[in-house]
């Protein structure tokens, strides 16, 4: 059963700030790709440069909440031993091939997601992106690594489908194993006891 304290307001708000920020970031980097009308591309860039700012500055609020705000969640992140033990149940349960092991707030693949996969997503697209941006100086090495500009934009592109691939999981799994907290993380309604 959902309830106001698993997901706070501020942290509702910085959940919404981080998808509102990535879907203008796929719209806006899809169309950079691959312009599909004219005379968008500079207003376009525009927007994909101040989200990706937008987004970078919410990370490190998220980040800072998480050790130092009012609910000091980072310990729903950390693994535990019942967690190492819960993988295989955890991803069985997900292939339709066992039950559902009993876990807390968060499983042990959606802390993996959480505090690592997504955090190193994270990092590869802003560094890629900012490589994009300033080839030269700071991220030319970054810029060398991939082996020019047209390899760094499709990794960066790449990037995109795996913070699309996640949207989607994320959708999917909210909605079929969590459908009380959906009410709670939009309108911060949740069930009363």
């Known amino acids: 059963m959902a309830r106001l304290e698993?997901?706070?307001?501020?942290?509702?708000?910085?959940?919404w700030i981080n998808l509102l920020c990535m879907l203008g970031l796929i719209i806006s980097g899809w169309y950079i790709h691959s312009p599909f009308a004219p005379g968008w591309m500079g207003a376009l860039r525009w927007l994909h440069f101040s989200l990706a700012y937008i987004w970078i500055l919410n990370a490190i609020?998220?980040?800072?909440?998480?050790?130092?705000?009012?609910?000091k969640d980072w310990r729903e992140f950390a693994y535990t031993?019942?967690?190492?033990?819960?993988?295989i149940p955890q991803i069985k349960y997900y292939l339709f091939l066992g039950p559902h092991p009993h876990t807390?707030?968060?499983?042990?693949?959606?802390?993996?997601?959480y505090s690592w996969l997504l955090i190193v997503l994270f990092i590869f697209q802003a560094?890629?992106?900012?490589?994009?941006?300033?080839?030269t100086g700071a991220?030319?090495?970054?810029?060398?690594?991939?082996?020019?500009?047209?390899?760094?934009?499709?990794?960066?592109y790449f990037g995109m489908f795996a913070f699309i691939?996640?949207?989607?999981g994320h959708v999917y799994l909210s909605?079929?194993?969590?459908?009380?907290?959906v009410p709670l993380m939009f309108f911060g309604i949740a069930k009363k006891d």
Do not use: C
Request: aromatic share 22%; net charge neutral; hydrophobic share 45%.
């Open 127 to 135: 560094t890629t992106g900012f490589a994009l941006l300033w080839p």
């Open 6 to 15: 698993d997901h706070p307001l501020p942290q509702r708000v910085m959940h």
């Open 165 to 168: 691939i996640f949207i989607i």
């Open 104 to 113: 807390g707030k968060y499983n042990p693949l959606q802390k993996v997601a």
């Open 61 to 71: 609020f998220r980040i800072y909440f998480a050790f130092a705000g009012s609910d």
């Open 81 to 87: 031993g019942e967690d190492f033990k819960n993988i």
């Open 175 to 181: 909605v079929t194993e969590a459908w009380d907290q």
């Open 139 to 156: 991220f030319a090495g970054v810029v060398h690594f991939f082996g020019g500009l047209y390899y760094l934009r499709l990794w960066h």
